[in-house]
């Protein structure tokens, strides 16, 4: 009798055990997360760089590459060639790139006279990780890029530098009628 109850216990321990391992795969799967939505985007009146405050609401309904940098940061100045090469080059198929400085006003402007870039470029150096943390920047890392469907939600991110032709791939899901420019 001891042994049945022993191993009906122990049963009832491994499928207790059993569950929870499956019930926080499927919560931390990319399939059991909800989408992130770029609402709080949408929602933050940013700066430009000649200091005027712009409604980001204008670009909903296009793809967005939308890449947080700073001045002071090398690789986030190593990719923005690339990114402006990607804006013009989709820029008539409704992708736009969005640069977003988490920095000072001036030291941007500087950069920007020096450096200049076809993409529009916000400054919010206070709302900055705030903005990317609600976009998926749990880990506070520049450059932070993040891709936005016509949906409004977030498709994906990537921490770190990245290049033209990764943009590319993720860019290829979401307009797959068209052939893309590195094909």
Known sequence: MLKKSLSLTAYL??????GLVIRHFAINSPAGKPAISAAPLFNAPLTDIHGSKQDLS?????????NFWATWCPPCREEMPELSQ???EY???????????????????????LSPVAYPVFIAENESADLGMHLGN?????????IIGTDGNVIGTFFGRINKPLLEKSLQILLPQQKLAYN
């Open 13 to 18: 321990a491994v499928m207790i055990i059993l």
């Open 58 to 66: 204008q670009y909903k309904g296009k793809i967005i590459v939308l």
């Open 86 to 88: 990607l804006h013009m």
């Open 91 to 113: 820029k008539d198929r409704n992708v736009v790139v969005l640069g977003v400085a988490e920095d000072e006003p001036a030291p941007v402007r500087e950069y920007l006279q």
């Open 138 to 146: 749990d880990k506070s890392v520049l450059p932070y890029t993040v």
